[in-house]
T-cell receptor, first 117, second 107 residues
């Protein structure tokens, strides 16, 4: 049972390039999330998807787009990467339908380390 | 908006001692809190949770205390071991994370 799988694990981009971060979960969870983690900032919510077919903005959505491809997969896209988007990106999932108000813990992947030069 | 913070960014304890990690929150409407552990190079891992209708919850070597009056919760780790060295986060609804406390266990 793999849980939450993120690809790639590492990536270096040049400013202005585009990229899609992939995330898949095999736990049949309804809700999925994208966070970024910067030193001293903790995790900040970028976008989430309460259920298949829906997406909503989190705290820091600017510069990102997401696609809930199906129940298993939730991708994060950087259309024109900027150095300020250098970070570690985490995907998470949990069972609940209501993505923002839930009494269940999330399951996290091991992150994608993204550097933008 | 949500605000979750931690009192100390780092904590060092001797192996075998008890550890206490604190967290303050601002949204009094929050009714669910989670503690996560994050090891180097890994994603956060669930440790224990607590709902607002409880003041205390115990797990294996861990206890979470919730004080709704002062909007504070703490994570207590008993008999701290080297494997407990990590960054610990509290989260409201599992969505809004504090900055984390790095726990270092000294052998």
């Amino acid at each position: 049972n793999a849980g939450v799988t993120q690809t790639p694990k590492f990536q270096v981009l040049k400013t202005g390039q585009s990229m899609t971060l992939q995330c898949a979960q095999d736990m049949n969870h309804n809700s999925m999330y994208w966070y970024r983690q910067d030193p001293g900032m903790g995790l900040r919510l970028i976008y989430y998807s309460a259920s298949e077919g829906t997406t909503d903005k989190g705290e820091v959505p600017n510069g990102y787009n997401v696609s809930r491809l199906n129940k298993r997969e939730f991708s994060l896209r950087l259309e024109s990467a900027a150095p300020s988007q250098t970070s570690v990106y985490f995907c998470a999932s949990r069972e609940e339908d209501d993505g923002r108000s839930s009494n269940q813990p999330q399951h996290f992947g091991d992150g994608t380390r993204l550097s933008i030069l | 908006g949500e605000s979750v913070g931690l009192h100390l960014p780092t904590l060092s304890v001797q192996e075998g001692d008890n550890s206490i990690i604190n967290c303050a929150y601002s949204n009094s409407a929050s009714d669910y809190f989670i503690w996560y552990k994050q090891e180097s190079g890994k994603g956060p891992q669930f440790i224990i949770d607590i709902r607002s209708n409880m003041d205390k919850r115990q797990g294996q070597r861990v206890t979470v205390l919730l004080n709704k009056t002062v909007k504070h919760l703490s994570l207590q780790i008993a008999a701290t071991q080297p494997g407990d060295s990590a960054v610990y986060f509290c989260a409201q609804h599992g969505l809004f994370f504090g900055t984390g406390t790095r726990l270092t266990v000294i052998p």
